[in-house]
């Protein structure tokens, strides 16, 4: 990825759905060589999917989950990102093993979540916050 691609995906990160024409105009290059660099882009994994930020009036949270050492953590995650109300699930390093980011109608519904994150044979502990705010990078 060269310093092009970085201002073209930099572009679709603040709204995928920034026509290509206009892409083209801010970083100086045609409308077709954008399209081929996204295309690329998406062929090579870089980008992996376009999606749609909400102001639902949701709580938003992250539940940190921590597993045994044991316990294939890949297949957790898995099983986790099918839930309805979960946005993203990383697998990070540190004192956790996974990030559960969830948008929820209310705190009730989060704490539903917790307690099924708990209930899960792999799960050690959690630890929940709230996310008060969110600004796209």
């Known amino acids: 990825m060269d ?8 572009i679709l ?12 105009e801010e970083v100086g290059i045609s409308e077709g ?3 081929n660099r996204v295309e690329r882009l ?9 999606t749609v930020a909400t102001r639902t009036g949701n709580v938003k949270a992250m539940i940190e989950v921590e597993v045994d050492v ?9 099983a986790i990102a099918g839930w309805e109300e979960v ?3 990383w697998q ?4 956790e093993d996974i990030v559960v980011v969830v948008d ?11 307690t099924r994150a708990r209930g899960m044979e792999e799960v050690m502990s959690t630890k929940t916050r709230l996310i008060l705010d969110e600004r796209l990078g």
């Open 13 to 24: 990160r603040q709204d995928a759905r920034t026509p290509y024409t206009e892409i083209a």
């Open 87 to 89: 946005d993203f699930v």
């Open 33 to 35: 060589t954008v399209r």
């Open 70 to 78: 044991d316990v294939d953590t890949a297949a957790v995650s898995g």
């Open 92 to 95: 990070v390093s540190g004192e």
């Open 3 to 10: 310093e092009l691609d970085r201002e073209i995906v930099s």
């Open 42 to 50: 998406l062929e090579e994994g870089v980008i992996e999917r376009f």
């Open 104 to 114: 929820a109608t209310d705190t009730e519904s989060v704490n539903e979540l917790i």
